[in-house]
Each structure stands twice: as structure tokens, then as C-alpha cells.
């Protein structure tokens, strides 16, 4: 009897003196402010198109208190059987017993499904029985969840990238979440049931301010074409990993990126290789070799080096050549279109043997030795080696003439092979080019300069002589096309693996297009190949030419405009357009076609009045590009090598275009492409 009064008593005590404290704490535990997450911004192409975006998905639940007795009794069973036909886990009289149970028991809150809907769902189920009196009048509760959408699936999706729950990831999503991420408000919830918590209005509550969006450089129909040809020749060879990369020279708008690795016998991108790979970039890096002896030593591209049988001892360690039984005394410029290790290895070790800090800093010069500074994280950091250092030794040198020893990111190789496209300007990779909300733009990201001129005129123009006869003459033989130039360099490294070379290796080439006057740099590399090709020519060349060839049949401004024929009377009167006065006069003199002169000079150009011709000017000021359009070749090559340019060309009969605006400054040396027809 006592221990029931003293029960009595204590429950007296909690209702009615410490009521008050407990009810506040209960508030305290059934209700709490959490945090609402803001909409993610939209991530687009450079043309609009969306590459990653939210989209609204729902929760459905339900209060099953707040529908009248005659609105639930009349629609239960029609709703228990379309909820049981919808998500197909429960009977229909399953689901008809456990909204029952709730709304006996008086619960205010149970999820139906856990499984989300999505919009076009929802439209539908609003108008389902019960629930068609909306959310107070039926009790059904929509509750939204933003699930990130990729419109193009897989296509870029390393580049695109991801951001989790725990705040990590990679790619733009990551690199740009601040921006894209927005600030996420506040709003009180109630805790119903276990872990079920369901929003309640309050005034307190702060509103969610949405992400911006990005601009991308991606041309989605490059990435198309760039994913689909490198996805081709990693499953013809079987290889590892493998990356590509197109860039605008101008800009340094990467248009088109992708990134595969092996898993199993699928490849997906779940590494950026381009971004944050390091690899030995082998013989693309002899165009570095190449602009430092031109740079500071008097060698000449017609000077003749001695490879021998392609085998070279260097204190102790060979160097070999690719071609078996090597290339004998050949030109300077030929061992490069060929491109031979010893004669890179003997020439960088005479002309820098005693001084290889002097080629190091090079290497620093053109941005090969620290991070670029991307807009994406996870950039690599590359791996050099300097005199001093613990592993420097004799053989280091030699084995940087051709790009063994040290590690660099495919995008370092780009860069540096676009400055060289890019008239010597180097410029930073860019991918996101605004940052805006709706139609306002926020930021925009300009074109950033990292070296303003690589190195001089002179050197740059023997560098893209010996880039394109690579792909005319050299190794890469295989790419030229009558269509239009390409200039670059193969590239085949063997893989380092504890500490040995093996018989697995990265191939890659890395050029530019049109040679004469570049408007895309790109890069493939391949990581071991399996097979009888395994060099950069047969396996990662292809893969350029097929988006090249690609990019140049979209793009119109890449064509050569066909020149409109004149009318004329065939037999009566000459085709007569420019060339030498005495040459031209002499010819319309043998025919009987009447002609005049304003002029003194040699060189003219012809003006048809009626039957006869008049001839005009021609000639540019001395240290001006000539006008050669509508000259035979031989007079276009005399006038134009007399002006110090070198002359190259394609077609035969008459020039039709080159490359030089007529009038432009001579810069003595430099390239001039002409186009015959």
C-alpha cells in the first residue's frame, strides 16, 4: 500500500511541478531545425546544352487524420489498389490495412514508399482518390528531393564530375561547389516516428538560395566524337587507360575531354589522366630538346649527326633507336622526323653535358615543372629532376633529350605544343568560361597568358617545320591527308615498374591543325596497348586523325573557298592573272591580245578591259608580304623566298590562297603555306 501511494505521489509531482520543464524538453526532442538544401545549379555546354542539372524527384507520405470520414471511406480502396498497382511490393489490401491502422492509432505522419517519383508521377497521383484533396483537405504529403540528372549519362562524366554527401568528389561539381552549391536554408521538423522527421511551417524558417550556374568550353558533339574514337582503340588494343584532349589554340578552350580506365573488360572514366595523371612523355618531349639547342647553340637543321647502328653507350647505359640497325650520318632535321634517341641524346649531352641546369631552366620557362593552375582540382604535380639532386647522373640528361626520367600530365604537353601552334604564346587551359544566374552573368573567365613568347620567330618556325614533316616525311606519315595539314609528334615511352623498364608502354602524339594556320591543338595517349602495335603512329595517331578529320568537316571556316571561274571565250582570249611584266607582255604580244602599263615594275597584276589588259601593280613595299594569288607557282616561289619567307604548298596550277595577309610584315624565316589549284 505504500509503494502505491509513493507511485501516486511521484507521478503528481512530474504532471503537476515539473510539467512545465518536461514539456519543454519533449518540444526540444520532437522538434529541431534542420538544414533544407538549396537547388544545385545547372552545368552547361559551350552551345546551352545542359550537361548536369537537378531535377525534382519526391518521397510520397501521407496524414492519414486529416481526410473527412466520407473522403477516406469512399476512395481507400481505389487508392490502396493504385498505390499496390504503382509500386508493386504490397497487395492492395496490405496497403489498405496500414493507412487503417494509422489513422485509428491518430498517427500524423507514415511513408507509403520509400521508392522516389518523379515529377510527371506526381502530376498523375494528385489526382488520385484521397489524395485529390490536396495536401490539408487529403493528407498526401509531396516531399521533394533534388536528385542530380546528367541529360548525356557517361558522356564527360569525369569531367563534369561529382560531389557526395560528405562534401568530397572531383571534376567541375566539386572544383566549382561553392558556386554550384548555393546556401542551404532552415526549416523546423517534427519527429513522428523512429527516424521519421516531417517539416513544420514555421515563421523562423530561412529560405534556400539557389546555386549558379557554369559555362562550360565542352563542344558536346566533340565529346561525342572524342570519347567514341578513343573508346574504339582502347577495346581494338586492348589497353589499360588512355586520354584525350582538344583545345582551342586561341583560347585554350578545351572543347572536348575524355578520360577511360580498364575495369575488367568495360572501360569507364573513374580517373581524370589528363588532369591528374603524371607520365613519361617519351619522344613528344624532343620538340623541348629541340628549341633549347636552337635556342643556344648555332646548330642547324642541315647539319648532319652520326646515330650509328641506333645504339649509343652514355657512362655505362645505352641509348637505343626504335628502327633497328639505326639510321647511320643523317641530317639534324631528319632525326627528328624519324626521331631518333641517340641523336637527340648526343646532341642535348654536347651542347649541355656541362651545363644541364642551362636545360632545366628550359624546362621551367615553358611551364613543364610546377602546376598549371586549372580550374579543376587534382591537378598532378610534376615530377623533374635537377643536377644535384639524389638520382641525378650522367645518364639523366641524355635521358630527358627524350622525355625519359621525369613525369609530366598530358595537359602540361598540350599547353606547351599549343604555345608553339599559337605563334609562342603560351596559354592556361580553361574550362568553365562564366559563372551566371539565369540570363545575368556573375563572372567570366578570360584567357590567361602563362608565357608570352616560348621562345624567338626563328626558332618557332624551324619547330613547325620539323613538327609537320614529322606527319609529312616522319614517323607519322600515316596521318597526312590531301585535305589539309597536320603538325605534331609521336611519342612511345616505356613503363617504369619497380624500378625497371618492361616491355609495356604509353603511346601518344600530341599536334595541331590546319599546319599553316592552327585552330585545334590535341593530345591521345594510350597506356599499354596489347599486341603487335604498340608505337604512337599506329595507336594513338589514328585516334587524333579520326577527330580531326571529324572537326574538319563540321567546321566550314576550316575550308578552303572555291574561287568563283570567270567566263571566258575559250580560244579568243587568255587566262591572264599575274606574274613577270617582260614574261606577260612578251606571251600577249605572241597571241595578239592588246596590253598597256601603268606601271614600271617587274612583278604586275592583270586588269581584262574588255579584249585587251591593263597591267597594275603589284609589288609590296620591301619588307612586306607579297600579293602571289593567281601566279604560277614558279613566280609565287621566287617572290616569296626572295622576301625571306620559306614556301610551302599543296595542288598544282595557280595560287589560290596563302596563308599571310598580302602586305604583312616580313619576319625573315618565317612559313608561308600557299595553295595551288
Not at 590535341?522 to 577527330?547: D, H, S, T
Not at 614574261?583 to 601603268?598: I, P, Q, R
Request: glycine share 8%.
Amino acid at each position: 500500500m505504500l509503494f502505491g501511494i509513493a507511485i501516486i505521489v511521484k507521478i503528481s509531482h512530474i504532471q503537476f511541478i515539473e510539467g512545465e520543464e518536461w514539456t519543454k524538453i519533449s518540444e526540444q526532442i520532437t522538434f529541431d531545425y534542420k538544414k533544407v538544401k538549396a537547388t544545385r545549379g545547372n552545368i552547361y555546354s559551350d552551345n546551352g546544352s545542359l550537361l548536369a542539372t537537378d531535377l525534382p524527384f519526391y518521397k510520397v507520405a501521407f496524414d492519414p487524420r486529416l481526410a473527412k470520414d466520407k473522403v477516406f471511406k469512399g476512395g481507400i480502396d481505389s487508392l490502396s489498389m493504385l498505390l499496390s498497382r504503382y509500386f508493386k511490393d504490397k497487395s492492395a489490401t496490405d496497403y489498405k490495412r496500414m493507412i487503417q491502422d494509422a489513422r485509428s492509432s491518430n498517427r500524423q505522419y507514415i511513408v507509403l514508399n520509400r521508392k522516389q517519383i518523379n515529377y510527371q508521377t506526381k502530376k498523375i497521383m494528385s489526382s488520385w482518390p484521397i489524395f485529390r484533396e490536396g495536401r490539408y483537405g487529403g493528407g498526401v504529403i509531396f516531399e521533394k528531393i533534388d536528385v542530380r540528372y546528367r541529360p548525356f549519362s557517361n558522356l564527360s562524366r569525369r569531367t563534369v564530375g561529382f560531389i557526395n554527401e560528405n562534401g568530397n568528389g572531383a571534376g567541375l561539381e566539386y572544383s566549382f561547389n561553392e558556386e554550384l552549391g548555393g546556401q542551404d536554408g532552415e526549416a523546423l521538423f517534427q519527429k513522428i516516428a523512429g527516424s521519421t522527421w516531417k517539416p513544420v511551417y514555421d515563421a523562423n524558417n530561412v529560405k534556400s538560395k539557389d546555386g549558379l550556374d557554369i559555362q562550360t568550353t565542352l563542344d558536346i558533339n566533340l565529346q561525342d566524337v572524342a570519347e567514341t574514337s578513343l573508346h574504339r582503340a582502347m577495346e581494338q588494343h586492348q589497353a589499360d587507360a588512355g586520354t584525350v584532349v582538344v583545345m582551342e589554340v586561341k583560347t585554350g578552350h578545351i572543347k572536348a575531354i575524355s578520360n577511360l580506365t580498364r575495369e575488367g573488360n568495360n572501360y569507364s572514366e573513374i580517373f581524370n589522366h589528363a588532369v591528374g595523371g603524371l607520365f613519361e612523355p617519351g619522344s613528344t618531349f624532343k620538340v623541348v630538346t629541340m628549341m633549347a639547342l636552337l635556342e643556344d647553340t648555332n646548330i642547324q637543321l642541315t647539319d648532319s649527326i652520326a646515330t650509328g647502328k641506333g645504339e649509343f653507350t652514355f657512362y655505362k647505359n645505352k641509348v637505343r633507336d626504335h628502327h633497328e640497325g639505326g639510321y647511320g650520318t643523317i641530317k639534324v632535321r631528319k632525326a627528328f622526323e624519324l626521331s631518333s634517341n641517340v641523336a637527340m641524346a648526343k646532341l642535348l649531352d654536347q651542347n649541355f653535358g656541362v651545363k644541364p641546369s642551362k636545360f632545366v631552366s628550359y624546362i621551367d620557362e615553358l611551364r613543364l615543372s610546377k602546376p598549371l593552375g586549372l580550374q579543376i582540382n587534382g591537378e598532378g604535380y610534376p615530377k623533374i629532376f635537377r643536377p644535384g639532386d639524389k638520382g641525378w647522373s650522367g645518364i639523366t640528361l641524355p635521358w630527358m633529350a627524350y622525355g625519359y626520367g621525369f613525369e609530366i600530365t598530358p595537359l602540361h604537353t598540350l599547353t606547351l605544343f599549343n604555345a608553339i601552334a599559337n605563334n609562342g604564346k603560351m596559354i592556361k587551359p580553361i574550362f568553365v568560361t562564366a559563372i551566371s544566374k539565369a540570363d545575368r552573368t556573375k563572372k567570366e573567365f578570360e584567357t590567361e597568358v602563362l608565357n608570352s613568347k616560348i621562345c624567338s620567330t626563328n626558332t618557332l618556325n624551324q619547330l613547325r617545320m620539323l613538327l609537320e614533316g614529322v606527319v609529312e616525311n616522319g614517323t607519322a606519315a600515316n596521318l597526312k591527308n590531301a585535305h589539309y595539314r597536320i603538325a605534331g609528334k609521336t611519342g612511345t615511352a616505356q613503363i617504369l615498374e619497380n624500378g625497371k623498364y618492361t616491355k609495356k608502354y604509353i603511346t601518344s602524339f600530341v599536334g595541331y591543325f590546319p599546319a599553316h594556320d592552327p585552330k585545334y591543338t590535341a593530345i591521345v595517349l594510350i597506356k599499354n596497348p596489347k599486341g603487335w602495335q604498340q608505337y604512337g603512329n599506329n595507336v594513338a595517331g589514328p585516334v587524333f586523325k579520326e577527330i580531326a578529320d571529324n572537326i574538319y568537316s563540321r567546321d566550314i571556316n576550316l575550308h578552303m573557298a572555291m574561287e568563283k571561274k570567270k567566263v571566258l571565250d575559250y580560244g579568243v582570249f587568255p587566262v591572264i592573272q599575274a606574274g613577270k611584266q617582260d614574261e606577260l607582255t612578251m606571251l600577249c604580244n605572241e597571241l595578239g591580245v592588246s596590253n598597256h602599263s601603268k606601271t614600271d615594275e617587274d612583278w604586275i597584276r592583270a586588269v581584262r578591259n574588255g579584249n585587251s589588259v591593263l597591267w597594275d601593280n603589284n609589288t609590296a613595299a620591301k619588307d612586306q608580304v607579297p600579293n602571289v594569288k593567281g601566279m604560277t607557282f614558279r613566280d609565287a616561289l621566287f617572290l616569296l623566298e626572295k622576301s625571306g619567307l620559306q614556301v610551302e604548298h599543296d595542288g598544282k596550277g595557280r595560287v589560290v590562297d596563302q596563308s599571310i595577309t598580302p602586305g604583312t610584315k616580313v619576319s625573315k624565316g618565317r612559313r608561308i603555306h600557299i595553295s595551288l589549284s
